[in-house]
């Protein structure tokens, strides 16, 4: 999910803008003392809370799946290109091993089948390149279909809580340095996400 750190970066700063109106909104223009206190103010909340995205694409169902179905492809397409490595490999052993023991008729004929092989290389080069950018491609589809599902699970999520933020807290790109457990609703969320989503495997 490479677009997510920077969508909630913008996320923080809408959240300063808010908490910037929760301090000083209601409070008079002459009075720059905030008109909301928290100190030992045990009945007052902020409408904020935060999901552990790792704790998300752990426990996620959907993200499971998609996990093994795009290591399902890069094993498949590695074992393709390894065998076909190990083919040419191969050819140019048989080759070298014919041009030392004078096997080809003629010189002509050693630089056909030299020429054979090279080309040979070159596709096996082409084949990996293109088999590595559609997995990459692939990769990306399916990062962004995650992200959508988070996003508009979140969004059903916050129509029942009604937070005015949602952070995001996720390994070394945490946009929250410390937060009580209270505001964490990964939990609720998770439990939304799977409810919404049924496995292949399930389905058969």
């Known amino acids: 999910m490479k677009n997510l ?19 000083f909104k209601s409070g008079s223009k002459n009075d720059l003392t905030p008109s909301v206190k928290f100190e030992n103010d045990s009945s ?3 409408p904020v809370a935060y999901v552990n995205i790792d704790s998300v694409l752990v426990n996620y169902t959907y993200a499971k799946d998609i996990n093994e179905t795009l ?3 890069f094993e498949s397409s590695r074992a393709s ?10 050819e140019q052993q048989e080759f070298q091993r014919k041009l030392q023991n004078n096997g080809f008729l003629n010189e002509e004929r050693a630089k056909v089948e030299y020429e054979r092989i090279q080309k040979v290389g070159l ?18 589809k399916m990062n962004t279909q995650l992200e959508d599902s988070i ?12 937070y005015q933020v949602i952070f995001s807290n996720t390994g070394g790109l945490s946009n929250i340095i410390y937060a009580k457990e209270g505001y964490d609703i990964t939990d609720a969320v998770l439990a939304l996400l799977n409810s919404r989503y049924t496995s292949p495997a399930k389905k058969d």
């Open 151 to 162: 996003r508009n699970c979140i969004k059903e999520y916050n129509l029942q809580a009604n």
């Open 5 to 23: 750190p920077y969508v909630l970066n913008a996320i923080l700063f809408v959240a300063v803008i808010v908490l910037y109106v929760l301090f």
């Open 44 to 46: 007052f909340t902020l």
């Open 71 to 73: 290591m399902r492809k």
């Open 123 to 140: 596709e096996l080069e082409k084949t990996a390149g293109r088999l590595e950018q559609e997995l990459a491609v692939e990769q990306h």
């Open 81 to 90: 290109v390894n065998q076909k490595q190990k083919n040419f490999v191969s």
